[in-house]
């Protein structure tokens, strides 16, 4: 690498380096969050603060102290009475009374305490860089007087649970009464844990800044195991586990935290959602109402991790979270880091993935450290997992999927908003009626949304349109259409892409009849339906076998399993594409290699949501995770296997009938 660029990395390196350098006073109130004003109290035990903007333009109690140059000249011009030394301190408490509403960040540090990771006495709690940084989405929320709703996904220890409590503690003892908190961790002891540090900093909390003249401390509150109170302020703790469920149901409280939510347990009975429905679920969204869920990864597709995606999903989604997700990489954390003892040759030798750590905003030093570091595991996956670089390398390290989830990352850049939602209809609901005056028709409470229009330019092998079926009542799997236009197939790099799809619950003889004239709106295009429900349901005397037999007569672009020559000799014809061991296998591995080559577009977020949940179970069988659904999936699995094995899109002169011929396994 020329000398230059090194330079020049260096140089970057160094301003990295500087942000663990900042000047951070929080009793000054130097360096710390929020705009600042500097003011000067020559007599006060700070002399020189930095307070929040905010504080000035709203407390005259400050401008009156610098006004008059201190307290003493305070007290003896406005409050006209000699200057005591009692007199002086009332003026001075009442001062921090008011700098704490406004300044967590003081507060904390002035009256509260954390356990040091290297043990001994506890000392006054000075956040580090990540609780600062969440802190900062915290505080943001609070000061425009949203609901505090927050997602954390975590990376090793650096604090993110003793700041949430710290924050709620600051809450209940600082801006509200009678506001009731919840802590819920995976087991008991984790909740008693953080339960214990808030008790912990209560003992040496000053009684004069709640006006109370006794200690201030958790008392047991009617007997109960699980609730204490803290009767200055009457706000009530409760704790308790997924283990217990029952003891947080049905409490009444305004803020909840929610500690290692990706390992609550998940039983016939119990299960995360239901639990934090029932925390949660009276928690009105108003101001200084507080939720936080806060897990380590545990995989791809559990509760936790389905609501990580939900958080991500773009401003206007109808399916977004409420909750910022926030995460933490191991390289934001201080102490990470190993001395570079020649920065050239560090430069020289970094892999690849040291590269990508480096655009990612690590230092050379934090990959000095990561270098040593990963020597001591033997499977570098489990380095990633407990070192996690970002949020896909946690929860792709921390389980076993079929699809690469960075693959995957890369297919979600092209989610977007379909163009159109509605229905397309036709003369009828059923029947070859139902194909006649096909047209689309708008309609916000449709199922089909439309990302591209179909061209009507006359383009044979153009659309592919699949189906896979589910079931009827609102709790079974949904039925999916899919359309695929292979047309940029013909362009070098071009890939199908994915432009419309239906997905809902329907009665089977109805869903193929909607799918065909799905197909006649795309220009007739081939219609592939998976055809193992309609081979073997003949539930409410709906025979539904004979239902593909009843397209073909009307619809003449189906998919078969029996070539034309096999039928001139007599083999029955079989319409559809069916699933078994054998076509599942071939589906499932071109599907790898398609996401693994980033081969298709991909515009909807479901779609990727399953396929991050997709695995191969114990016994061998691929499928969703528990509490998923893969029916998306299977439509572009079939769909762009098929579209990989049929020639290429060709233009057809008008007035030119595009050859129909029967596409089956055996063309294929």
Same mark, same amino acid.
């Given at each position: ?10 140089? &970057? ?41 905010? *504080?000035?333009?709203?407390? @005259? ?39 704490? !509403? ?7 540090? *002035? ?28 505080? +943001? ?34 801006? !509200? ?54 009767? &200055? ?17 049905? &409490? ?37 109402? /507080? ?71 690590? +230092? ?39 699809? #690469? ?38 309609? $916000? ?36 259409? +899919? ?5 940029? *197939? +013909? ?48 539930? #409410? ?25 096999? $039928?001139?000799?007599?083999? @029955? ?60 999936? /299977? ?34």
């Amino acid at each position: 690498m020329e000398r230059s660029n090194h330079v020049n990395i260096i140089a &970057e390196n160094h301003r990295r380096l500087m942000k663990f350098k900042d000047e951070y006073e929080p009793i000054t109130g130097k360096g710390c969050f929020h705009d600042r004003i500097k003011v000067e109290i020559p007599d006060c035990p700070i002399p020189v603060q930095y307070i929040p903007k905010m *504080m000035y333009d709203e407390c @005259p109690l400050v401008g009156k102290l610098v006004s008059n140059g201190g307290i003493k000249n305070f007290v003896e011009n406005e409050l006209k009475e000699p200057c005591t030394r009692g007199n002086f301190g009332s003026v001075w408490r009442n001062f921090i009374k008011v700098r704490i !509403k406004y300044d967590f960040e003081f507060w904390a540090v *002035m009256f509260t305490t954390v356990k040091p990771k290297e043990g001994g006495e506890d000392i006054p709690f000075v956040m580090n860089h990540p609780q600062r940084k969440l802190f900062s989405v915290m505080e +943001t929320q609070r000061v425009e007087l949203e609901p505090i709703r927050i997602i954390l996904l975590k990376a090793r220890q650096w604090g993110g649970s003793t700041l949430v409590d710290r924050f709620m503690a600051w809450i209940q003892l600082v801006h !509200k009464r009678n506001w009731n908190a919840t802590i819920c961790a995976h087991i008991k002891t984790s909740a008693q844990n953080i339960h214990g540090m808030y008790a912990s900093f209560l003992k040496n909390y000053p009684p004069w800044l709640l006006d109370a003249k006794e200690e201030i401390k958790f008392r047991p509150y009617m007997r109960s195991q699980s609730a204490s109170i803290i009767k &200055e302020v009457q706000c009530k703790i409760v704790i308790g586990s997924s283990e217990a469920p029952d003891s947080v149901r049905g &409490e009444d409280v305004s803020m909840a935290h929610l500690s290692e939510v990706a390992f609550f347990e998940h039983t016939e009975n119990n299960n995360p959602e239901q639990l934090i429905r029932s925390v949660c679920g009276g928690i009105i969204p108003i101001p200084y109402t /507080m939720i936080v869920y806060e897990s380590t990864a545990n995989g791809i597709g559990d509760y936790f991790h389905t609501e990580w995606i939900r958080a991500n999903k773009e401003e206007g989604d109808k399916d977004k979270s409420d909750k910022t997700p926030v995460f933490v990489s191991w390289f934001e954390i201080e102490g990470y880091s190993s001395p570079v003892e020649s920065y050239s040759k560090m430069i020289d030798s970094l892999t690849p993935y040291e590269w990508w750590l480096w655009g990612k905003g690590a +230092t050379l030093e934090n990959i000095c450290w990561y270098r040593q570091k990963s020597r001591e595991y033997r499977d570098q996956s489990d380095m990633k997992a407990e070192y996690p670089s970002d949020d896909i390398e946690a929860f792709k390290h921390s389980g076993e999927t079929v699809f #690469d989830q960075y693959k995957i990352d890369d297919l979600s850049k092209n989610v977007c908003s379909p163009v159109a939602i509605g229905e397309v209809i036709g003369s009828s609901s059923e029947g070859e009626q139902s194909l006649k005056d096909v047209h689309f028709v708008k309609d $916000i409470t449709g199922r089909l949304k439309i990302w591209e229009y179909p061209d009507e330019a006359n383009i044979s092998n153009r659309y592919i349109t699949i189906v896979d079926v589910g079931g009827r009542s609102s709790k079974a799997d949904y039925s999916v259409i +899919t359309v695929i236009d292979r047309y940029w *197939m +013909t362009c070098i790099g071009g890939k199908p892409v994915v432009v419309a799809q239906w997905r809902g619950h329907i009665d089977h003889d109805l869903l193929a009849w909607k799918a065909a004239r799905i197909a006649t709106y795309y220009n007739k295009c081939l219609l592939v339906i998976e055809s193992n429900t309609y081979e073997t349901d003949t539930t #409410d005397g709906e025979h539904t076998e004979y239902i593909l037999d009843q397209i073909s007569e009307a619809y003449d672009n189906l998919y078969s399993r029996v070539s034309s020559d096999m $039928i001139k000799q007599g083999i @029955p014809q079989r319409w559809g594409f069916h699933t078994n061991v054998s076509t599942k296998t071939l589906i499932v591995d071109s599907m790898v290699q398609i996401v693994r080559e980033n081969g298709y577009i991909e515009h909807d977020i479901d779609a990727i949501e399953e396929l991050s949940v997709y695995e191969k179970k114990k016994n061998g069988a691929y499928g969703a995770m528990d509490g998923h659904h893969d029916d998306i999936l /299977m439509t572009r699995m079939i769909g762009l296997y098929i579209s990989t094995q049929l020639p290429l899109p060709k233009e057809v002169k008008r007035g030119i009938a595009v050859k129909r011929e029967i596409i089956s396994e055996a063309t294929l």
